[in-house]
């Protein structure tokens, strides 16, 4: 039992995470969420007084992963609690494996997807699931993250709500690797840059399929990737401040785009 509760504090970290090929979903909504999209659980541990429930949510979720064989087992609670430091999710805490996803090629031969977002060096966790969940919503095709980005952080998958078991995520090592795939897919890119860009109720795409790039939240995107893009894209806003969230800026860019 120590072994697995030690696995569970290691893939809380992106070295864990490579070293196991899995990563960690905590919370009895996360939980619900990730098998109603039919993801199957590596492993579960549960807090003692969570097996003891013989009703409510607790008990549903618990016949659920007895039902579908998925090990699981009882820990104590303050080991649980430790684990999940503190936040009252329900004590519950699930490994699951790298989802496997298509080939950027694959996703995106389909006509219908024509909008990707390709978040680079987004520093924060939560902001990275925020990204997600907000292109989940707007359908877009799929997200593509490269270098710190990181969107089976425990605190990226808790801000995704969910989102990260219905949407692709592709993971690129650097934004280079990133922006040749798109261009070898004929995937135009559209660099959102704080001043200087087209404004974006002016930007057409044309029913081309495009990706938004974002930069991360303190630097945006550097010269030299957006110089690389095949447009660049500003939000026209106040002469008061001087750049929106990361998180904002892709969801007023993908509505824009998607209407």
Do not use: W
């Not at 993801?39 to 549903?60: K, N, P, Q």
């Not at 016949?63 to 503190?86: C, H, S, T, W, Y």
């Not at 519950?92 to 006509?111: G, Q």
Request: charged share 20%.
């Amino acid at each position: 039992m120590r072994n697995l509760l030690e696995q569970m504090r290691q893939i809380g970290s992106r070295k864990g995470r490579e070293k196991f090929g899995r990563f960690r979903i905590e919370g009895i909504r996360l939980v619900e969420r990730a098998l109603r999209a039919g993801v199957s659980l590596d492993s579960v541990i549960v807090g003692e007084t969570f097996a003891a429930c013989d009703a409510g949510r607790e008990h549903a979720l618990l016949a659920e992963i007895k039902q579908g064989d998925m090990p699981f087992n009882v820990v104590d609670d303050a080991d649980i609690r430790d684990l999940l430091g503190g936040r009252k999710l329900g004590d519950i805490v699930a490994a699951v494996p790298f989802l496997n996803t298509d080939s950027l090629r694959e996703l995106s031969t389909p006509a219908s997807a024509n909008l990707f977002m390709g978040i680079v060096n987004v520093v924060e966790p939560g902001n990275v699931g925020a990204i997600i969940r907000t292109a989940h919503g707007l359908g877009a095709a799929a997200v593509l993250t490269c270098g710190v980005s990181d969107p089976y952080h425990p605190k990226a998958a808790r801000t995704a709500m969910g989102s990260l078991f219905r949407i692709p995520v592709l993971q690129f090592a650097t934004a280079h690797a990133m922006l040749n795939a798109l261009h070898e897919n004929n995937i135009k890119t559209a660099a959102t840059v704080s001043q200087g860009g087209i404004l974006l109720p002016d930007f057409q795409t044309k029913g081309e399929k495009f990706a938004v790039l974002l930069g991360n939240e303190f630097m945006g995107l550097s010269a030299e990737i957006s110089n690389q893009a095949t447009h660049r894209i500003t939000i026209p806003m106040l002469d008061t401040i001087d750049s929106f969230s990361v998180s904002a800026a892709a969801a007023i860019v993908l509505y824009a785009l998607k209407h």
